[in-house]
């Protein structure tokens, strides 16, 4: 995964509690196997509606989603990540996640970044007023600004995660840190045991 140092941008203001995975990425869209094309799908059904704030030209090209509280509960699917990274966000912020959609943003490199209601409250009103108001995210210093409208805030990020996003690092990348040693132990395993090719 690309490291996540800095997301700066403009941001989509999502007015909406309690958005389960199943509206992020709709079941219909699940048949793909592979991990692109899903932006294509994020909100499918509120994106027929043509006011919907996704359809408003203003906020193309934000890398930044501003959300409600309670943002990715339902089911554990990965593909609602997937969809909101294949659209082109780079962070999502909320005064709540789910625990399973937190832990699947930080594992491709989408910062969740866990705002106080008041915060939340105060940067979903000031991006839907000014849809060219800058929003920088550092996940170094685990900081949230909008110098524009006044907001500062810090966000909750534990060390493992805060590093694993700064250095691009997602499973395999773990895993691989560590080839020596498994190719070390595969040298000296017993044939008998079972392997995988």
């Known amino acids: ?19 389960d995975t199943d509206q992020i990425i709709p079941a219909q869209w699940l ?5 692109t094309g899903f ?11 043509p006011a919907f704030v996704l359809n408003q030209p203003r906020y193309r090209g934000a890398t930044v989603l501003v959300a ?3 943002f990715g509960t339902g089911s554990s699917r990965e593909h609602a990540v997937w969809a909101l990274e294949d659209y082109g966000f780079q962070a999502v912020v909320s005064p709540r996640f789910a ?9 491709v490199g989408l910062v969740p970044v866990q705002v106080d209601p008041g915060t939340g409250a105060a940067l979903l009103q000031a991006v839907a007023a000014d849809s060219g108001l800058v929003v920088t995210i550092d996940v170094a210093r685990r900081t949230l600004s909008a110098p524009a409208a006044g907001i500062e805030a810090g966000f909750p990020l534990d060390d493992f ?5 700064l250095e691009g690092l997602d499973d ?3 895993t691989l840190r560590h080839a020596d040693a498994i190719d070390a132990y595969e040298r000296t395993r017993r044939a008998w ?4 090719a």
Request: charged letters at 30%; hydrophobic letters at 35%; a positive charge.
């Open 1 to 19: 995964m690309e490291p996540r140092r800095i997301v700066s941008g403009t941001a989509v203001p999502l007015d909406r509690s309690d958005v």
């Open 31 to 35: 048949k793909r196997v592979e991990r």
């Open 39 to 49: 932006g294509a799908g994020l909100f499918a059904a509120w994106r027929d509606d």
């Open 68 to 70: 409600g509280p309670n």
């Open 99 to 107: 625990d399973i959609f937190r832990t699947n943003c930080t594992k």
């Open 161 to 165: 995660t805060r590093h694993r996003l």
């Open 172 to 174: 395999v990348d773990l």
């Open 193 to 196: 045991l079972p392997v995988t």
